[in-house]
């Protein structure tokens, strides 16, 4: 358990005695062959190919220090990366830490995010493999994983397999990260204080993914920046329409009822991001326990929600939200 915190910066500390606290805390596994310390590391892979990814967040756009913890950047960072290998249907290998800081980072925050990204690694089972430490002009952090992974004996679930006739189902929970997103904009976290964490630490259905390609599935995404707008993600890769059923995600809309209105809570289910849950298309029958349908697949283009379209679609990064 902590103590009191440590009030010490970055600029109170040489790079070495950095490495030297934040390394240690990461545990090995039995596939990394050489880890943290050497110029790279070394992996060995059972299967013949690797899946690659990474992704990235700043402080003040991906995150605020009043509404998330280092501890909190750093678990939805692991989060974020290993449901992108999943959506593939692979599992994880090892993961590339990046960290870019200024002077007047508190060490408390680089060892609750550091202490973070390994117990979340560990969960994901997984493990750091390595990484880069850069110091930052003030006012700048930026932490960033790749992720590296593997696929089981089975070809990667792509976005673009969709087929007309096929069933659309999610794995996991829809809007309740945004919804608590919502809440700490108006200041009313303890309004819904499950909604709040579902913000700050995302759970992935990791284990789905493999397990959905294993089941046949045609496509596969992970919903990171909303049900409508991955779901298009799909049709678009697939040249298909996705019609979502409403009474599927009737159930969803309730849940957040409690703490946002009832059009609120319409909207956090179809269009907020962040929530890493995975969404994919089976052929009929072939949808596996742990997943419930909530559409289906046909000739066209787009998405719609009872036939119908919806007009808001979910988080862009580079622009407001835009209907596509
Ligand atoms: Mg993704």
Redesign the pocket.
């Known amino acids: 358990m902590t103590h009191s915190p440590d009030p010490r910066t970055l600029a109170d500390v040489e790079e070495q005695e950095l490495l030297d606290t934040v390394l240690p805390r990461f545990a090995t596994r039995r596939d990394v062959l050489v880890g943290p310390g050497d110029d790279t590391a070394l992996l060995r892979l059972r299967s013949g190919a690797a899946l690659a990814?990474t992704?990235t967040m700043v402080l003040g756009r991906d995150w605020l220090d009043g509404w998330s913890t280092g501890a909190d950047v750093g678990h939805k960072l692991v989060v974020?990366n290993v449901?992108?290998i999943a959506?593939m249907g692979g599992r994880c290998t090892g993961l590339l830490v990046t960290l870019v800081a200024d002077e007047d980072t508190t060490l408390q925050w680089v060892s609750d995010f550091t202490d973070a990204v390994a117990a979340a690694a560990q969960a994901a089972a997984t493990a750091v493999i390595g990484g880069d430490l850069s110091s930052a002009p003030a006012g700048v952090r930026m932490v960033s994983i790749t992720a590296l992974g593997e696929l089981d004996s089975v070809a990667p679930v792509l976005r673009s397999g969709a087929r007309a006739g096929d069933v659309v189902a999610v794995c996991g929970t829809l809007g309740r990260a945004a919804a608590g997103l919502v809440l700490l904009q108006r200041g009313t976290p303890e309004a819904g204080p499950d909604l709040v964490l579902a913000q700050r630490r995302p759970a992935a259905p990791y284990d789905q993914g493999p397990r959905a390609a294993h089941a046949g599935a045609t496509a596969m995404?992970?919903?990171?920046?909303g049900l409508l707008r991955?779901a298009g993600r799909i049709a678009r890769a697939s040249g298909v329409r996705i019609d979502l059923d409403p009474a599927a995600l009737a159930g969803d809309i309730q849940a957040l009822a409690p703490a946002l209105d009832t059009a609120e809570a319409e909207e956090c289910v179809l269009t907020g991001g962040e929530e890493?849950s995975l969404l994919a298309t089976f052929p009929i029958g072939s949808v596996p326990s742990g997943w419930r349908q909530i559409g289906v697949v046909g000739a066209g283009a787009g998405v719609t929600v009872g036939g119908r379209e919806h007009v808001r679609v979910g988080w862009d990064h580079f622009g407001s939200a835009k209907t596509d």
Do not use: N, Y
């Not at 995404?221 to 920046?225: G, H, T, V, W």
């Open positions: 990814t992704d974020q449901a992108d959506a995404i992970d919903i990171s920046d991955d890493h």
